[in-house]
């Protein structure tokens, strides 16, 4: 099972490919990762690909967030790639 706790007093469970998402932006916190490199490196899908399967993981992910977790966005999108809000991470996660 893939936990995501929030200052250890909440926590949510993830599916793999919620949890692959979350460990690409954790990676990646600094330089953020944009929709070609996640469907690349989660599905293994080429960047000519059109397909909304990326958002639509992300909007789940962002959902089960807000609802259960974190009222504020964790996950952002600043110039066409995305970022965990470094604010909130360093307040509890």
Known sequence: ????S?????SIYLTD???DIMMNLMKKKY???NKELILYE??????NM???TFETHLYRLRKKIK???IKDNLIINKNSSYFLN???LNAGL
Do not use: A, M, P
């Open 86 to 88: 470094l604010n909130l």
């Open 67 to 69: 609802d259960n977790l």
């Open 50 to 52: 059109s397909t909304h």
């Open 31 to 33: 330089e953020g990762i």
């Open 1 to 4: 099972d893939k936990l995501l």
């Open 17 to 19: 490919k919620e949890s």
């Open 42 to 47: 989660i599905w293994g899908l080429s960047k």
């Open 6 to 10: 929030y200052d250890g007093k909440k």
